[in-house]
């Protein structure tokens, strides 16, 4: 299968759990070929948590979940040593030892937690008892997060939401999203989750996204769109240089399973609120939103 053929059969079978959301599961397959990390933000109950144990199941990959708490220590999601029989040092490794991680409601975790988790996304690996220890490939890691204002919920720091590639909205469904919902969850039991591809088709994606070729003007697109958030009059903080890589990877990825050779301008407009909207910090003031700034900005880009 090429690159397209199997993101048309991962769609395909997707949709046959999952009512709605085809972008969101797009972008959710955009992450892992890109070889980066995504937010999916929403209300409970919105199926951020099905649908990425939906996408581990059909790309077999290993799936482990952590729940974010306000006691949820480090150890308990990178690990730790201990002292075993005959006073050896043993090793227990931590969920974050798997191809895909779901860290669910994520900034309902302690700020020393979150920073933990520095470390893992950016260089994969861990720091254990003085050793490092690089985790499996591929290594792709969710987190989910509910809307601020919330009970129990802080803020991501602006370092660690910088880490993930793309922040992913999850809304509510419409009426006959939620009607195709009922009936899919009345024959659950009846209906298997088929498994597409491995986790070696996902690295050979990942390897023929870095072959795709950026044009000049793509690049310059890039560069002028996130150069524009940190001068724009309702912006207080741009993005970093991290978001051009981002739109790079994503843009990259995008035009690998839609089978072309080439990233195009509009791939970026596609991919400009995932990759942006959790890096700029706007004013509270105005009560246009980030969505709306960054929609500013695309039509002030030439």
């Known amino acids: 299968m090429d690159a397209n053929e199997i993101f ?7 949709k046959k759990h999952i ?20 937010l999916l933000e929403g209300v409970p109950g ?18 482990k979940r952590i729940q974010g708490t306000p006691d949820l220590e480090p150890k308990d999601i990178i690990g730790y040593t201990y002292v075993g029989e005959n006073n050896s ?3 227990k490794k931590g969920p974050v030892f798997t191809n895909l ?8 975790a302690p700020p020393k937690t979150m920073s933990a988790l520095l470390e893992t996304l950016e260089e994969r690996q861990v720091t254990i008892g003085g050793s490092d220890i690089r985790l499996p490939r591929p290594f792709t890691a969710y987190a989910t997060q509910n809307p601020l204002k919330i009970e129990g ?12 590639i793309m922040k ?3 809304t509510y469904p419409s009426v006959q999203e939620e009607e195709q919902m009922l009936r899919i969850k009345e024959r659950e039991e009846k209906t298997e989750v088929k498994k597409i591809v491995n986790i070696e088709d996902i690295l050979a994606l990942q390897d023929e996204a870095k072959k795709i070729v950026m044009p000049d003007e793509v690049a310059e697109f890039i560069a002028n769109i996130v150069s524009a958030t940190r001068s724009d009059i309702h912006v207080v903080m741009g993005a ?9 990877q994503c843009g990259k990825a995008k035009a690998l399973v839609e089978g072309r050779k080439e990233v195009t301008k509009d791939d970026i407009r596609f991919l400009a609120k995932p990759v942006l909207s959790h890096r700029i910090v706007v004013r509270s003031t105005g009560g246009i939103g980030v969505h709306g700034v960054i929609d500013g900005i695309l039509a002030s880009v030439k």
Request: no cysteine.
């Open 19 to 38: 009512a709605g959301k085809e972008d969101v599961m797009e972008l959710l397959f955009l992450a892992i070929v890109a070889n980066g990390h995504a």
């Open 101 to 108: 991680l779901l860290v669910d409601e994520l900034n309902r």
């Open 46 to 63: 919105v199926a951020k948590t099905t649908l990425t144990k939906t996408l581990a199941s059909i790309i077999n990959a290993d799936f």
């Open 168 to 170: 992913i909205d999850v």
């Open 89 to 91: 040092i043993e090793l």
């Open 240 to 248: 970093s240089p991290r978001a051009d890589i981002a739109f790079m």
């Open 8 to 14: 048309k059969n991962v769609m395909e079978e997707m």
């Open 153 to 164: 919920t802080e803020p991501l720091p602006k370092v660690l939401a910088d880490r993930f």
